[in-house]
């Protein structure tokens, strides 16, 4: 069995619609007020990705940390709600400017791939208020391409 057979069967991982593999590890009994309703004051998963199986481009209505845990580097590819662009390398070499935890801001659009030779990358996921699938959209390629010119390219190879 492969490491990454080993990893979807050891935390009962299933396939996300952003692509990748995911678990809900934690959700807060607390509910806090939002303006999309009552949320849970916050959520953790973990998140699988396995190389050419990329995070397509999303977004949600919270902040979202970001926790490297084995495996390859990951950048997150960030554009901000007025344009700008951030790559967040996620990884165990901090020499080399990884870092272990990192947060993307709310209504940011994002993707994420792995870097490196072991094919995979497990990482988690923090997300305050607490994560809603009603709170996510995954982005229409043209749509964002027309929105965000400079980006054209990366948004064409991140998304579905």
């Not at 190389?51 to 990329?54: A, E, H, I, L, P």
């Not at 988690?124 to 009603?134: E, I, K, L, M, Q």
């Given at each position: 069995?492969?490491?990454?057979?080993?990893?979807i069967?050891q935390?009962a991982?299933?396939p996300?619609?952003e692509?990748?593999y995911?678990?809900?590890?934690?959700?807060?009994?607390?509910?806090?007020?939002?303006?999309a309703g009552?949320?849970?004051?916050s959520?953790?998963?973990?998140f699988?990705?396995t190389?050419?199986?990329?995070s397509?481009?999303?977004?949600?209505?919270s902040?979202?940390?970001?926790?490297?845990y084995?495996?390859?580097?990951?950048?997150?590819h960030?554009?901000h709600?007025?344009?700008n662009?951030?790559?967040?390398?996620?990884?165990?070499?901090i020499e080399?400017?990884?870092?272990?935890q990192?947060m993307?801001?709310?209504g940011?659009?994002?993707a994420?791939e792995?870097?490196?030779?072991?094919?995979?990358?497990?990482v988690?996921?923090?997300?305050?208020?607490?994560?809603?699938?009603?709170d996510f959209?995954?982005?229409?390629r043209?749509e964002?391409?027309?929105e965000?010119l400079l980006h054209?390219?990366?948004?064409?190879?991140?998304?579905?």
């Open positions: 069995m492969s490491q990454i057979q080993k990893l069967q935390y991982l299933a996300h619609p692509g990748g995911y678990a809900e590890t934690y959700r807060s009994a607390t509910m806090v007020p939002t303006a009552m949320r849970p004051a959520t953790a998963i973990y699988l990705l190389k050419g199986n990329f397509a481009f999303h977004r949600i209505k902040d979202e940390g970001w926790h490297h084995t495996g390859d580097k990951v950048q997150v960030v554009i709600p007025n344009g662009y951030e790559c967040i390398c996620l990884g165990k070499n080399q400017g990884e870092q272990v990192a993307v801001q709310a940011s659009w994002f994420s792995t870097i490196g030779p072991t094919g995979f990358a497990l988690g996921c923090t997300v305050a208020p607490g994560f809603d699938f009603a959209e995954l982005a229409n043209a964002l391409q027309q965000f054209a390219d990366l948004i064409a190879r991140l998304t579905r």
